[in-house]
């Protein structure tokens, strides 16, 4: 059972545009999101994360965008550039719980000249 | 600040050998994870640790093992190797609920 869904494996944008990373969840319990970028032979890096009590957090080029009722968040990057070529991955977890974390699947993002 | 060392970078196991994959880190965090990551799909926790000398199954436990005899430290060990277990580990800490994980560069281990 999948509960955090990354629907798209992959994206390529053009440098300067926006890229939007999509991401769905089925346990309505989940009250903490997470964005994490990921380059080949690397850990995963903490990117920006939003709490089930917000809408919209940002930081940056990168917003993340919550809504709860279509259980749905999405991460924004405006303007793209080619440094941000990466897997990202959506993570998300139950207050309560050892802070454990469930990821999504990733989605590669390449980002051209 | 090294943050989370993970040793070997790399392994190639033998089919029924046994290993045990460290991890090592200096931020004090009580929370500590290993997930493996399995090519095309997302991470799977294995085991984690809320404190030295606790530790619990994740969502893929079978065939691993840990202890958390500091908290420092939290090793992963595999008893007896299967071609299954070939797959990129990843050890992280979490300084409490509301902070992101941080990871270690992972262990690519293939079993043959």
């Known amino acids: 059972d999948q509960q955090v869904k990354q629907n798209s494996p992959s994206l390529s944008v053009q440098e300067g545009r926006i890229s939007i990373l999509n991401c769905d969840y089925t346990?309505?319990?989940?009250?903490?999101f997470l964005w994490y970028k990921k380059y080949p032979a690397e850990g995963p890096t903490f990117l920006i994360s939003?709490?089930?009590?917000?809408d919209k957090n940002e930081d940056g080029r990168f917003t993340v965008f919550l809504n709860k009722s279509a259980k749905h968040l999405s991460l924004h990057i405006v303007p793209s550039q080619p440094g941000d070529s990466a897997v990202y991955f959506c993570?998300?977890?139950?207050?309560?719980?050892?802070?454990?974390?469930?990821f999504g699947t990733g989605t590669r993002l390449q980002v051209t000249l | 600040n090294a943050g989370v060392t993970q040793t070997p970078k790399f392994r190639i196991l033998k089919i029924g050998q046994s290993m045990t994959l460290q991890c090592t880190q200096d931020?004090?965090?009580?929370?500590m994870y290993w997930y493996r990551q399995d090519p095309g799909m997302g991470l799977k926790l294995i085991y984690y640790?809320?404190?030295?000398?606790?530790?619990d199954k994740g969502e893929v436990p079978n065939g691993y093992n840990v202890s958390r005899s500091t908290t420092e430290d939290f090793p992963l060990r595999l008893e007896l190797a299967a071609p299954s277990q070939t797959s990129v580990y990843f050890c992280?800490?979490?300084?409490?609920?509301?902070?992101?994980?941080?990871f270690g560069s992972g262990t690519r281990l293939t079993v043959v």
């Open positions: 939003i709490s089930s009590i917000k």
């Open positions: 931020m004090n965090h009580n929370y």
């Open positions: 993570a998300a977890n139950v207050y309560g719980t050892a802070s454990k974390l469930t």
């Open positions: 992280a800490t979490r300084q409490g609920a509301n902070y992101g994980y941080t």
């Open positions: 640790s809320v404190g030295a000398g606790i530790t």
């Open positions: 346990n309505s319990m989940f009250d903490y």
